[in-house]
């Protein structure tokens, strides 16, 4: 057993659900299921925008929770994994979503065609989701599945800016944010939302107009290209031009 080593003054934090530490919890016999409903709440926890779940795919990447699995009893990492998930919705803490992934929404999700499974947390919201979903009337947009590393180390990809500060990705838009993101240094990119969520302009085109503008004029105030850019005076500056009437509500 190797000791831990302690925790920082001011720690990182998970939200447990009062209900599953009072209830499910006391009846948890299965280590598996243990470590992959505390996993799951993790990855969960830190998603800022609904609807929340987790790809089977996003646990399998995670690298804290692989180092979980394969301290299981005796179990392969894939079979604690695939026992944990098994018994958590059979308990009815989790709901699972199973996924057909195909063509242009594959390249999206940044794999190949293929089966995954999408967990939620069963509330009667995500309940209620989740039947919708099986009845075809609305349908899941996968942003790419990356391998997980520390929050302190990791820069978040265009696809999670826009789905934390925007909202749902559509297939629309992925070529766009792929583009996007092949086209200007992260840093831009991360100011840019930024810089739009700060005069509640929340929409992509406005934000793709800041770094056009950035590309051709430079960065901030002082034309400063490698510096943090300064918020413009007034922000009808980005709204200008052909397509400025699109994004003026």
Same mark, same amino acid.
């Given at each position: 057993m190797r000791a831990c080593p302690g925790f920082p003054d001011r720690p990182a934090v998970t939200r447990v659900p009062t209900e599953w530490l009072c209830g499910a919890l006391a009846e948890t016999e299965s280590l598996a299921e243990l470590k992959v409903t505390l996993h799951v709440l993790r990855l969960l926890d830190a998603k800022r925008t609904a609807p929340r779940f987790v790809r089977l795919s996003e646990l399998r990447a995670d690298p804290a929770a692989r180092r979980s699995w394969q301290a299981c009893g005796g179990l392969s990492a894939d079979a604690a994994l695939s026992e944990g998930v098994r018994l958590a919705v059979a308990r009815g803490v989790l709901l699972a979503l199973p996924v057909r992934i195909e063509g242009d929404a594959a390249r999206a999700a940044g794999g190949t065609a293929?089966?995954? $499974?999408? %967990?939620? %947390?069963?509330?009667?919201?995500t309940r209620r989701l989740v039947a919708r979903v099986q009845r075809g009337e609305v349908a899941l947009v996968l942003a790419p599945t990356t391998t997980v590393t520390p929050a302190a180390t990791r820069r978040l990809t265009i696809f999670e800016l826009y789905e934390q500060n925007i909202g749902l990705l559509t297939p629309l838009l992925v070529e766009e944010l792929r583009e996007a993101a092949e086209t200007y240094p992260p840093e831009w990119i991360e100011e840019a939302f930024r810089e739009a969520v700060g005069y509640n302009r929340r929409h992509w085109r406005y934000v793709r107009r800041? %770094?056009?503008?950035?590309? $051709?004029?430079?960065?901030?105030e002082r034309g400063a290209a490698g510096r943090r850019p300064e918020a413009p005076r007034d922000p009808r500056r980005y709204l200008e031009g052909e397509y400025g009437h699109l994004i003026q509500h």
């Open positions: 293929g089966e995954d $499974t999408c %967990l939620f %947390l069963n509330t009667p919201a800041i %770094l056009d503008h950035w590309a $051709t004029q430079g960065r901030g």
